[in-house]
């Protein structure tokens, strides 16, 4: 649909009620950058692609079966992207042809030649008056309705689930119009669409909870104990200030709006120092402000935590889509040798859990530990079973779980830090005074080269006790085979149903996965040895020339030809089947 | 106003305050700047402990190394955005931000506009000696026009930043004027801006020998004003026979501005409105005020 007619609302009941049935789903939200884009323009198109199964689902899937658009332009927009199933349903809504006969007759025949076959429809007269009456709205829970039909849902479910969505917000009457908008949706599929889905209700075991990335990142810092997120607007980032906003006071915490993305991490700084533990959370622009107060927290030796929320760069990129290129910034961005912890997140279980470990890292070791998030993570909902509740109030508190989940051991108790006192203030005796500077070991200015060497070494240590601490990563499939294929962050899902699928095919490849993406475990060259080829999946650009960021990152710290086998810029969450081609490709 | 002070049976010394000797220029007014917040704080008995200063960079960001308090020698023009993650975390703190005319009307600029707009609790002192003196004799938005510097050889090409009418037109809840060289009337506005519940603004002329030594005569005193009023600062105890003292009601903002801008200098409180709401609080209230929710129901609300 045109963005700013509810078509991500639509999406959001849709899938509501697909679990209420019982379902598993994916969801990759397609939204402009641009809250209204001149509608019937391609860059108008708002939309959802979900992913619909029985069982849990990791990752976007590979072909859609089943495409609705509101008219012409935006299903060309969509078939551009070249994802749809040979047998792909196309229902487009044929009410905008009149005043465009040529343009319809384009895409129209575009289908025809590229073997895909359309199912025309209008939305019936009455609801045309009642959706012009409300200025176009209403539309969305029309075609809801045609969706609710086509998926054989229970036509009362999606009813709750539409009344749960607007109950309070809309006036008594427009709900109602609303709701017969979404019968007469019904009722229209059911007369004109000669098709339908089986999809039967599952009960459902055990506690469940239906979450998105950036809900779910923003409970665990609730969960994790931290008490100031300090941020910046900025996309896709802000949800995670939007929830604190509304949840975190009650809980003892505080949201503070900066002035800018300095402004933000700096004040976060000010509060670790006062010994308040704190967050700044941002995306690639933000990220590249922030740099300089970063390579200051670790000469500092004060914590700070940064959640990076990636979208597409460079530069200002593509706001809404999903990428995974922060990760030479994060690693190499600040000035001068500088040291930090990286940890990714695969799923939104790892964003509940992500804020404990960065906690903990970040007080033991008294660096800057980032949270890599991107568009897609932080966006997609999933079922998942209710994660455990840690309540954490010391550093100390991290369960063995949430160690293990990040394939890490827990650190030695004592950490060598460049300055031997770390007294925070309203310490009696502890007066101390920290600067970015270099400083010997009692704290003070000091420009002499041996202690400057020693700082190096001491900060440079704190890393090598996380090298130490990191266990082998998750990995898929046989421990020695031809091709070995490496991802991190969000791709995982992709990763392990690639795999599944792989193997099914005889295909001698077997996957990996890293959640702690810096510093890199010790035993990595010894794992790849075992590999004739080792391959990267990222959503990050690269190729023969140039190596993708994690396939740069491996060969500098293996000295093995990693090579990027899927580096493809599209800002799109990677896909299990092309997953499989490329390996098919490295096999030859 | 909840000071942390020392118990009465440890009074701190001028000498408990000190560190390492400052390595800035012989003269510098830095030198004054900083006694004048030690007397202040010897004067009042500010535990160290619970006392933190916090500067950007330049000559002035050097000043909380040489506090025996705790203290952040943060980066270029970012002081006042750490010093309100302190404000925010630890309101039990003493909290002096210490900043040079580069770092809080160039680099800084904007963390400035919102400092004052946020008014939190802390005492904001701006080292103005219109230079970059660090760096070594660049033009800063405070030199005067026509004063040759390295990167402006031709002598500066603008008029200057007039640092009080900007935070007057800020709507700063307290701004003050005073020099590196009137010691009395240095503590006596400490004192003002360490008492006033905000975000008090104090605006030091600062002599730099090295890179501008005529910029201010600090010999003569007949250039530049005093204001006075019951609910200002007394004008300095030395020098008020020596040159005009003014009457100026500090609630009268529109009269501060007059002084404030000015060709001749005034010394001395323009304005302050004790009854500006102050952000830290505000956000404080904020937490203070919310129901409490139990932590480990936090999913609860997701269950399908």
């Known amino acids: ?588 | 106003m909840n000071a942390q002070t020392t118990p009465a049976n440890a009074p701190v010394t001028i000498k408990d305050l000190n560190t390492e000797n400052p390595r800035w220029c012989a003269g510098c007014g830095d030198f004054g700047i900083i006694m004048g917040l030690k007397r202040f704080m010897v004067e009042r008995q500010l535990a160290p402990a619970h006392t933190v200063n916090v500067s950007g960079i330049g000559c002035s960001g050097r000043a909380p190394n040489y506090f025996n308090t705790y203290g952040v020698h943060s980066i270029h023009g970012r002081p006042i955005t750490v010093a309100l993650g302190l404000a925010l975390s630890r309101p039990d703190l003493n909290l002096f931000v210490h900043a040079g005319d580069g770092d809080a009307l160039s680099i800084g600029g904007n963390h400035l506009i919102h400092g004052i707009n946020k008014n939190f609790k802390c005492v904001f002192l701006l080292y103005d000696n219109e230079i970059y003196a660090l760096t070594k004799n660049q033009t800063s938005p405070t030199t005067r026009k026509t004063h040759p510097t390295n990167t402006q050889p031709q002598g500066t090409f603008l008029n200057p930043i007039n640092p009080i009418t900007v935070a007057l037109g800020l709507g700063a809840s307290f701004v003050a004027s005073t020099a590196d060289w009137i010691p009395d009337h240095l503590t006596s506005t400490m004192r003002a801006a360490f008492d006033h519940p905000g975000f008090a603004f104090v605006h030091i002329s600062q002599r730099c020998p090295h890179f501008d030594p005529n910029n201010f005569d600090h010999k003569t005193s007949t250039w530049f004003s005093f204001l006075k009023h019951a609910n200002g600062i007394e004008p300095d105890r030395r020098l008020a026979d020596k040159t005009e003292v003014v009457e100026h009601d500090p609630s009268d903002m529109i009269a501060g501005f007059k002084y404030a801008a000015a060709e001749r200098r005034y010394f001395g409180l323009f304005h302050q409105d004790k009854n500006k709401p102050r952000y830290d609080e505000i956000l404080r209230n904020v937490v203070k005020n919310a129901p409490k929710k139990d932590r480990s129901k936090i999913l609860d609300p997701y269950l399908i």
């Not at chain 1, 209403?138 to 849902?153: H, K, P, V």
């Open chain 1, 1 to 588: 649909m045109d963005a700013g007619f509810g078509a991500q609302k639509a999406g959001d009941i849709l899938l509501q009620a697909f679990v209420a049935m019982g379902k598993y789903v994916y969801v990759e939200p397609m939204i402009p950058a641009e809250i209204s884009p001149p509608a019937r323009s391609k860059p108008a198109l708002s939309g959802v692609i979900i992913r619909l199964a029985d069982f849990d689902v990791t990752n976007i899937g590979n072909d859609t079966d089943l495409i609705l658009a509101s008219h012409e332009i935006v299903l060309d927009r969509r078939l551009d992207d070249l994802e749809y199933n040979p047998k792909c349903h196309i229902l487009l809504d044929m009410g905008d042809r009149e005043n465009n006969m040529d343009s319809y007759e384009t895409v129209l025949k575009r289908c025809t030649k590229e073997g895909l076959s359309v199912i025309p429809f209008e939305v019936d007269a009455v609801s045309k008056v009642t959706i012009k009456e409300m200025g176009g709205k209403g539309q969305n829970l029309y075609y809801l309705g045609m969706l609710a039909y086509i998926y054989n849902m229970d036509e009362d479910i999606v009813k709750k689930e539409i009344i749960k969505t607007f109950g309070k917000k809309l006036r008594e009457d427009i709900l109602e119009k609303n709701i017969t908008l979404y019968h007469n949706g019904y009722q229209l599929a059911k007369e004109k669409v000669f098709f339908r889905f089986q999809v039967e209700s599952t009960p459902r075991e055990g506690e469940k909870i239906l979450i998105d990335g950036n809900t779910s990142m923003s409970l665990g810092i609730i969960d994790a104990g931290i008490k100031l997120f300090s941020g910046y607007p900025i996309t896709p980032a802000s949800s995670v200030m939007h929830t604190l906003a509304k949840d975190f006071p009650a809980y003892g915490g505080m949201v503070h709006q900066a002035e800018d993305e300095i402004a933000a991490i700096g004040t976060a700084i000010g509060s670790y120092y006062g010994g308040v533990p704190a967050i700044t959370a941002t995306s690639g622009p933000g990220l590249s402000l922030k740099q300089e107060f970063i390579g200051y927290a670790q000469a500092a030796e004060i914590p700070i935590i940064v959640l990076d929320v990636q979208r597409s760069g460079p530069s200002t990129g593509m706001p809404t889509k999903t990428e995974q290129s922060d990760l030479p910034a994060v690693i190499f961005g600040s000035h001068g040798d500088y040291t930090k912890v990286v940890i990714s997140v695969a799923n939104v279980i790892d964003c509940f859990y992500a804020p404990h470990l960065a906690r903990y890292l970040t007080e033991k070791l008294r660096v800057p530990v980032f949270i890599l998030s991107d568009f897609q993570t932080a966006n997609s909902y999933k079922v998942i079973t209710k994660p455990k509740v840690a309540q954490m109030d010391d550093p100390d508190d991290i369960p063995d779980y949430v160690l293990e989940r990040f394939h890490i051991n827990r650190l030695p108790k004592d950490i060598e830090m460049v300055r031997l006192s770390q007294a925070i203030p309203g310490t009696e005796g502890g007066m101390r005074r920290i600067t970015g500077l270099n400083s010997d070991a009692q704290g003070r200015i000091n420009y002499f080269s041996t202690t400057n060497h020693r700082g190096h070494q001491v900060r440079n240590e704190k890393i090598h006790h996380v090298r130490r601490a990191l266990t082998r990563p998750e990995m898929f499939g046989a421990e020695s085979n031809e091709v070995l294929i490496v991802g991190w962050g969000s791709t995982r899902g992709a990763i392990e149903e690639a795999i599944h699928i792989a193997s099914k095919q005889g295909l001698p490849v077997s996957g990996m996965h890293l959640r702690v993406v810096y510093p890199l475990p010790l035993m990595l060259k010894e794992v790849f040895s075992k590999f004739k080829k080792v391959v990267t999946v990222e959503v990050a650009y690269g190729d023969k020339l140039k190596p993708s960021p994690l396939a740069l990152l491996l060969r500098a710290e293996t000295l093995v030809d990693v090579q990027p086998m899927m580096s493809d810029a599209t800002g799109r969450p990677i896909r299990p089947k092309v997953v499989v081609e490329r390996v098919k490709e490295v096999l030859k």
